[in-house]
C-alpha cells in the first residue's frame, strides 16, 4: 500500500534525477506520469503544482516554448479570473510572468518580454519577493542587441532559475 501512495513522489524524484543530468525527455515523461498518478491519488494542489513548476522547466531547457507560452497563458488567466489573495500565490504569479517574459525573449519577442517582465516586477515590488534576474531581463528586452539563448541560459543558471538543479535539495 505504501508503495502505491509513494508512486508520485517515486516518479517526481526519478524525473529530477534524470533533469539533472540533463535528460530532459526522460524526466518530461516521467514528470507527467507523476502528475497522472498525484491526480489519482487527490495529492495535495502545492504537489501538484510544484510537479507542474518541474515539468515546465524541462519543457523550457527542450526548447519547447510554445507549451510553455500556453501553461503560462492559461496560468495567468487563472489568477485574473481568481485573484490570488496569499503571498505564495501572488509569488507563483510573478514567476508565471517571468517565465513568460523569458520565453518571449528566447523567442526573439522582446517587446512582450518587456511587458511580462514588468508586470512581474511590478507583483514582486508588491510582496517584497526578490527576483535577481529580472533587471537583466528587462535590459536585454529593452536593447537593440540580439540575446543568444545559451546565454539566456547560462544566466537563468547562474541565478538559479531552475529548481530542479545538482545543488538543490528538490527530493
Not at 515590488?125 to 542587441?145: E, R
Request: proline fraction near 2%; charge should be neutral; aromatic fraction near 8%.
Amino acid at each position: 500500500m505504501a508503495d502505491i501512495l509513494d508512486s508520485h513522489m517515486d516518479l517526481a524524484k526519478a524525473a529530477k534525477s534524470k533533469a539533472i543530468i540533463g535528460q530532459h525527455k526522460k524526466a518530461l515523461a516521467l514528470y507527467r506520469e507523476a502528475l497522472q498518478h498525484a491526480r489519482q491519488q487527490n495529492a495535495h494542489s502545492i504537489i501538484m503544482r510544484h510537479y507542474s513548476e518541474c515539468a515546465l522547466e524541462s519543457m523550457e531547457q527542450l526548447e519547447q516554448y510554445d507549451q510553455v507560452e500556453s501553461y503560462c497563458i492559461e496560468a495567468i488567466k487563472h489568477y485574473e479570473e481568481n485573484p490570488p489573495e496569499s503571498d505564495i500565490a501572488k509569488k507563483d504569479l510573478a514567476y508565471l510572468h517571468q517565465r513568460l517574459a523569458f520565453i518571449y525573449l528566447k523567442k526573439g519577442i522582446k517587446d512582450q518580454a518587456l511587458t511580462f517582465a514588468d508586470c512581474a516586477q511590478s507583483i514582486a515590488t508588491a510582496i517584497n519577493l526578490d527576483m535577481p534576474l529580472l533587471p537583466k531581463l528587462k535590459n536585454w528586452a529593452s536593447s537593440a542587441l540580439h540575446m543568444d539563448v545559451g546565454r539566456i541560459l547560462q544566466e537563468q543558471k547562474r541565478h538559479h532559475y531552475f529548481t530542479v538543479r545538482k545543488e538543490s535539495k528538490t527530493g
